[in-house]
Nanobody
């Protein structure tokens, strides 16, 4: 599966952005999807994940209540509306895919970088104070 992110940009503290990820090349519903982010000099951190059907989600504690992950299996997209952005959330945001055939059960949701086999190139989010 190939992934292309979009929607990043330069915003002010407290602003919102809607990140999107377009998938192609494979059956989209065979993948759990996730967003990670990586600030300069830092490790890639988990943000949010959604199972193949869209009925189950998982969030990092720091983004609960402000970010909402969703997917459209007809359009092969996963989106991440973000609210209340903070300067420390400045990072490259990556979309990632995990095949359901590599998981213990089909609705399994991971927050580990190593569990995801496909990655996009990322979209830059910069939050200015």
């Amino acid at each position: 599966v190939q992934l292309v992110e979009s929607g990043g940009g330069l915003v002010q503290i407290g602003d919102s952005l809607r990140l999107s990820c377009q998938a192609s090349g494979s059956t989209f519903s065979n993948y759990a999807m996730a967003w990670f982010r990586q600030a300069p000099g830092e490790e890639r951190d988990f943000v949010a994940a959604i199972n193949w059907s869209g009925l189950s989600t998982h969030y990092a504690d720091s983004v609960k209540g402000r970010f909402t992950i969703s997917r459209d299996n007809t359009a092969n997209t996963v989106t991440l509306p973000t609210e209340g952005l903070l300067p420390e959330e400045t990072a490259i945001y990556y979309c990632a895919a995990q095949s359901i055939f590599s998981t213990p059960y089909s609705d399994y949701l991971s927050d580990h970088v190593g569990d995801f086999s496909a990655w996009g190139r990322g979209t830059q989010v910069t939050v200015s104070s």
